[in-house]
């Protein structure tokens, strides 16, 4: 399933690209990742723990940037692990670029992800929710992490983002909700005669 979105930072592309250079500090950002291991080589080992619905996985894997473009602002990241309990895999192809905007930066996020197991009896409408809200929080915390960084805040005093499993869940289903509802609504036109 691939899953396309984007998000903006008010930061120039050379500081946001430069902060994709630092895999923790990037892993710190999305709610619900842990990064374990450096395995050296651009890869890594680390958990990330995602509620869908009622259920609540972990996944534990490892994760290889497969490609990097300074010139393009282009890194290509390919992760794949599997839940703890033995509920079901995922993979994923990851591809964001940087480009310049009028207020900073816009990263364009292509994630090309295969599900096995308990995620995969969701819908594409509840993943792409779910990937919608980790998006946006993955990008408030970009950006509070690049100001803080900037202020003379060390990485280690800034925390990882939690998790927010349930609030995730919560968040995800009222964007589906909304969609049910705009599709039974929209179309109802009364009849006017």
């Known amino acids: 399933m691939l899953i396309r979105s984007d998000f903006e930072v008010t930061e120039p ?47 534990a894997g490892t994760a290889e940037i497969k490609e990097r473009d300074d010139a393009a602002k282009r890194i290509v990241v390919d992760a794949a692990g599997a839940d703890e309990k033995g509920r079901g895999q995922a993979a994923m192809s990851v591809t964001a ?39 946006r929080d993955f990008a408030a915390n970009m950006q509070k992490r690049i100001t803080a960084i900037e202020q003379g805040v060390s990485p280690d005093q800034i925390g990882s983002a939690a998790a927010g499993g349930f609030t995730i869940a919560l968040r995800a289903m009222r964007m589906a909700l909304a969609r049910v509802l705009r599709r039974f609504f929209l179309p109802y036109e009364p009849n006017r005669g």
């Open 13 to 59: 592309p050379d500081k946001v690209w430069r902060f994709f250079d630092d895999i923790p500090q990037v892993a710190a950002c999305l709610p619900g990742a842990e990064l374990t291991d450096d395995l050296g080589d651009d890869k890594y080992r680390g958990t990330v723990s995602i509620r869908m619905g009622p259920v609540r996985l972990r996944f």
């Open 97 to 135: 670029n940087v480009v310049a905007t009028a207020r900073g930066s816009k990263v364009e996020v292509a994630q090309d992800l295969q599900l096995s197991g308990a995620a995969a009896q969701y819908g594409r409408g509840m993943i792409s929710d779910v990937t919608s809200v980790l998006m």
